[in-house]
């Protein structure tokens, strides 16, 4: 993760831009942790992953 974060937190972002990526990347990486944890990947994890996809691709186009 810190490598995404640096990419997108490094880039031209005003204030509240940034406390968006900030927010969203530290959602990521909860949902990161809990799925990790658990050890399976469920169909509601599937669609959040999909959710943090388009977010992040909307960030970075």
């Given at each position: 993760m810190p490598f995404l974060r640096?990419?997108?937190l490094n880039?031209?972002?005003?204030?509240q831009r940034r406390q968006y990526i900030e927010c969203l990347l530290d959602e990521l990486e909860?949902?990161?942790q809990r799925v990790s944890w658990s050890g399976e990947i469920s169909e509601a994890s599937w669609r959040a992953l999909?959710?943090?996809h388009r977010e992040l691709l909307a960030l970075l186009y």
């Open positions: 640096g990419r997108l880039g031209p972002a005003d204030g909860r949902f990161y999909k959710s943090f």
